[in-house]
């Protein structure tokens, strides 16, 4: 099946520091560079969709100086490099809880949006002070409303509430650093996503990685829960032999 969105999962930015002996901005500055970069290719390959986790609400416990840093870095992207968005026809959407960010910031995520609103080729959407967790909370609560007023809800309406409602299902989501856990990244869109994990670290996340990763997803066998021939049928058919 065509891979139409692919999210991934930035990890291994402050490992990358230290084992370069650099300090920790360092790490975060390489990752975004990286992004740039991956974002450009995974257009070239004809991906509708990218969505990345940038910032987590469970960011903000790391020390101050590393969330200025962080910041700044948000700041210095949506300053420098939208234009190179708008050139490459990519739109930007950013998801999560802006009303925890300055004024400043807020206007700046809003004006990046409007400024990419065109673009067609791609849609690169970031995760910043977003939680799938409290994603999901907020579409139920307002599906409470919604049930309020009739006997049943479909999953359609349900969807709506969700930050991520105008993008399809993640068919792949990669993870870069090692660890093999969701981290509370678009919990509810990967119900039937191909997982694929690496011990790369972010900022050395190549190209060619992620021609491997693009690889592997299209030699599965996708078939969402289905009685599609596969490897289930063969260890039924021994089986019985």
Known sequence: ?????????????RRWA????????????????????????????GIQHL???????????????EISSLLGLMRRFLKNDIQQLVDDDIRLLIIGD???????????????????????????????????????LKAAQRAIQLSSQKNQLQQHEFE?????????????????????R???????EISYAELYFTDVLWPDFTLQDLSMAIKDYYSRNRRYGGDNVGEDDAVETIIRA
Not at 18 to 45: D, F, M, P, T
Not at 98 to 115: I, K, N, S, V
Not at 160 to 180: A, F, H
């Open 98 to 136: 802006r009303t925890a960010f300055d004024q400043d910031l807020q206007d700046a995520f809003t004006h990046a949006e409007q400024q990419t609103a065109t673009c067609t080729r791609m849609t690169l959407t970031v995760g910043i002070n977003y939680g799938g967790r409290q994603d999901i």
């Open 160 to 180: 709506m509430g969700l930050n991520t409602s105008s993008l399809p299902d993640v068919d792949l989501l990669i993870r870069t650093g090692g660890e093999k």
């Open 182 to 188: 969701l981290s509370n990244f678009v919990l509810w």
């Open 18 to 45: 230290r084992q370069n002996a650099l300090k920790i901005l360092a790490g975060h500055y390489h990752g975004a560079q990286n992004l740039k970069s991956i974002a450009r290719s995974v257009a070239e390959h």
């Open 51 to 65: 969505t990345v986790f940038a910032f987590s609400r469970e960011n903000w416990k790391r020390s101050q100086a």
């Open 1 to 13: 099946m065509a891979l139409r969105h692919l999210a991934i999962i930035m990890d291994g930015n």
